[in-house]
Structures are given as C-alpha cells and as structure tokens.
C-alpha cells in the first residue's frame, strides 16, 4: 500500500515559480516510478512528468519540458515537481501518482498508475 499526499500549490502571477511536493508512505515505495497529471476544469487528466524509481531517467510533456523539473530522492523524502516560468494554461489541480514495478503502460499513460494523491490547486494569474 502506497499513500500520496500532495502540497505546496497556490496562486502565483504568470512567470513565477512554485515547489509542488509529494509525501508517500509505505514499505515498497522506493520501487515505483513516480509521476505528475494535470486536470483543468472542462479538461482531460494530462501527463505532466514522470520518473523512474531509480531517480532516472526523467519524461515530460512537451507543453512543461524545459520548465518544469521532476525529482526524487528514494531516502523517503518527496517526490518533487519544481515548476518555473509558468503560464496561465498551466492552471489546474495536480496530482500525484505512484506506478508499480513491471507495469507495460507508457510513463504518460495514467492507465499505469495505482496510486493517487488528493490534488493540490495550481492557479496562475495573468
């Protein structure tokens, strides 16, 4: 059993930074990968980042890559999700998720995710 518990959303001005933090129990954590989704009012569950149990390599969408930096120490402390230069499109509740080991789905794919936060709000203003 894995739990995820998200923070460090909020409001920022377009431009700014924000941390958003993962917090995760259980005894076979270290052995999942672990990724970030998005979902927008009105919107689809959308693949942000994601990385291996192994601290790497890393994968992102296209619309964060060079922005957004995933990280993970597996010496249990969070996952984390460091987001620069955001937009106002970047405006959604975040998610935390866990994938276990052997899973065949895409790192993208959120299908291959067992485990789920709670969401942490994003909101970007212009």
């Known amino acids: 059993q894995v739990q995820l518990v998200e923070s460090g959303g909020g409001l920022v001005q377009a431009g700014g930074s924000l941390r958003l933090s993962c917090a995760a129990s259980g005894p076979t954590f270290s052995s999942y990968a672990m990724g970030w989704f998005r979902q927008a009012p009105g919107k689809e569950r959308e693949f942000v980042a994601a990385i291996t149990w192994s601290g790497g390599p890393t994968y992102y969408a296209d619309s964060v890559k060079g922005r957004f930096t995933i990280s993970r120490d597996n010496l249990k402390k969070p996952v984390l999700l460091q987001m620069n230069s955001l937009k106002p499109e970047d405006t959604a509740v975040y998610y935390c998720?866990?994938?276990?080991?052997?899973?065949?789905?895409?790192?993208?794919?959120?299908?291959?995710?067992?485990?789920w936060g709670q969401g942490t709000q994003v909101t970007v203003s212009s």
């Open positions: 998720a866990a994938r276990p080991p052997g899973s065949s789905n895409l790192y993208r794919d959120y299908a291959g995710y067992e485990y």
